[in-house]
């Protein structure tokens, strides 16, 4: 079904002359499609079949050992002026990077199929959502973007009806590390991934699209595309909040999303539901408040650690229709990680015969694709045109020490310095070293399409008279004792500082004034029913001056790479927090 869109049949007409493809296909997103999909790559191993008692319609994906996360110094960002993408992102010039990658793309479809990926980021008919086309050879990067997005013949109307769209260009090309380029034109619309099918590199909707595509359309269209999961917690009374959360790729935001609460709060009436795990569009209502969207359709979450006391939601929604990523096998062909359960696999995730000695079983990055409606606490209101309000947004990092388990910012603008200065251990969902704090300002660090010093400016500028902002809190989930063992249980307890976090919304909680900001009292976090003695809240709970002042000092450093661009309030709000701490 070629598009009547000239702009689109004439890029795909162009595409094929450079790649060179067997042939070419229009992906309509219908059933009999994803059978046809599935079948040619049980056919070629690209998928392996799931025990179909168990697993219903699920497939296991092994991917090249060389091709297993998302790879941060090979993603540029191609603009004219070198400082638009700043001192955060790798650069090149757009002529050059597009010399660079085409070079690859030169006949790299030769034998393959030419798939044409029609897709909406976001629910079809929302004003907030954005549309995309990606090019790709591989149809599990098509079975991918079909849970992912909203794909097919609707996506393709809305494209027709706006009269434009993200051009995505994607090649598995050789899966050689040394002939791999994520490249971002963010003047043009434009991506082009050469050789990598792992997700974050090759679900061009995702992170190439949205975020650093979209970031860069949302500064200039007034609204944010942030790394944010969406979660509504119904109170007893019946009242649901929606809170944005930002954290570092797999330090919990799926858990987050789905969370149970605990059996008394359940008892007593609380709720938890999910509308995202990874990506949220934001702007402004007419109302003043923010309203978001999820743009994805879908799940692309880390299944180590996804277990039953950690995330039973999502072990629930893992066992039909659903596509595994490096994961390993019992020895009756279900998927397996470490930390489902107690069962002793059979073949790790290259399809050895497990042998502890060569690692895990599971690869750290392995991962499930599924869509959002399979998740028992799916909200319906996933689907709303006009998105759901934010009551709270809430950054977070990992950080074994000083970082309190709560605070509140006190105004926007402290709240843009807290997330501005987020730091984290690095994990494995990127390539390198896994265990290192590094500076990541609203978890964006490998996903903002443009100079962060402008992308903390954006975020200031939402403070008007007309707004009426959510509160900003930081959260600390990975605090640790001297012995080296977790202070807070984590999971579905996180629910107790989400609910001071509420009851501040609602005007119904104190809070202690400290320089970092405002802290709840230990006795207005309820611990009822928990493994927590009042040593272990004081330490979670405390603010070490000195440990802070150091900290602030290294933000300062950080925040001076960005030179000039960087906004004088951010600095001013710097300067006050430490003036707060005794300077
Ligand atoms: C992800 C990531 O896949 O952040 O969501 O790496
Ligand atoms: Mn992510």
Known sequence: ??????????????????????????????????????????????????????????????????????????????????????????????DEGHTR?????????????????????????????????????????????????????????????????????????????????IMHFPEELTIKSYGSGYGGNALLGK?????????????????????????????????????AAAFPSACGKTNLAMLIPPQAYREAGWKVWTLGDDICWMQPGADGRLWAINPEAGFFGVAPGTGNKTNR???????????????????????????LDKRVPAFDWRGRPFDPGN????????????????????????????????????????????????????????GVLLGAAMASETTAAATGAVGVVRRDPMAMKPFCGYNFADYFAHWLSFEQPETKLPKIFHVNWFRKDADGQFLWPGFGDNLRVLEWMIRRIQGDADAVDTPIGLLPHAQDLNCDGLDC???????????????????????????????????????????????????
């Open 1 to 94: 079904m070629p598009s009547s869109l000239p702009a689109l049949t004439h890029w795909v007409e162009t595409v094929a002359r450079l790649t060179q493809p067997a042939h070419i296909h229009w992906c309509d997103g219908s059933d009999d499609e994803r059978r046809a999909l599935t079948a040619g790559m049980l056919d070629n191993g690209d998928l392996l079949p799931l025990n179909p008692q168990t697993h219903p319609d699920c497939y296991l994906h092994r991917s090249h050992p060389d091709d297993v996360a998302r790879v941060e110094h090979l993603t540029f960002i191609c603009t004219e002026n070198r400082d638009d993408a700043g001192p955060n992102n790798l650069w090149l010039a757009p």
């Open 101 to 181: 990658i085409d070079a690859l793309f030169a006949g790299c479809m030769r034998g393959r199929t030419l798939y044409v990926v029609p897709y909406c980021m976001g629910p079809i008919d929302s004003p907030l959502a954005r549309c995309g086309v990606e090019i790709t050879d591989s149809p599990y990067v098509v079975a991918n973007m079909r849970i992912m997005t909203r794909m097919g013949a609707a996506a393709l109307a809305r494209i027709e009806r706006d009269g434009h769209f993200v051009k995505g260009l994607h090649s598995i090309g050789e899966l050689d590390p040394e002939r791999r380029y």
């Open 207 to 243: 992170k190439c699209h949205a975020l650093r595509i979209a970031s860069w359309q949302a500064r200039n269209e007034g609204w944010l595309a942030e790394h944010m999961l969406i979660v509504g917690i119904q109170t007893p009374a019946g009242e649901t909040h929606y809170i």
């Open 313 to 339: 939601n999502a072990v629930e929604m893992l066992h039909h229709d659903a596509i595994f990523t490096n994961v390993a096998l019992t020895d009756d062909n279900q998927p397996w990680w470490e930390g």
């Open 359 to 414: 690692g895990a079983a599971a690869h750290p990055n392995s991962r499930f694709t599924v869509s959002a409606r399979q998740c028992p606490s799916y909200s319906p209101r996933m689907e709303d045109a006009h998105g759901v309000p934010i009551s709270a947004i809430v950054f977070g990092g990992r950080r074994e020490s000083l970082v309190p388990l709560v605070f509140e910012a006190r105004d926007w603008c402290h």
């Open 533 to 583: 003695n009042p040593d272990q809240l004081g330490q979670l709970l405390a603010v070490d001056r000195d440990a802070w002042k150091a900290e602030i000092a290294a933000v300062r450093d950080y925040l001076q790479t960005f030179g000039e661009r960087l906004p004088a309030a951010l600095t001013a709000e710097l300067d006050r927090v430490e003036a707060a701490l005794g300077g």
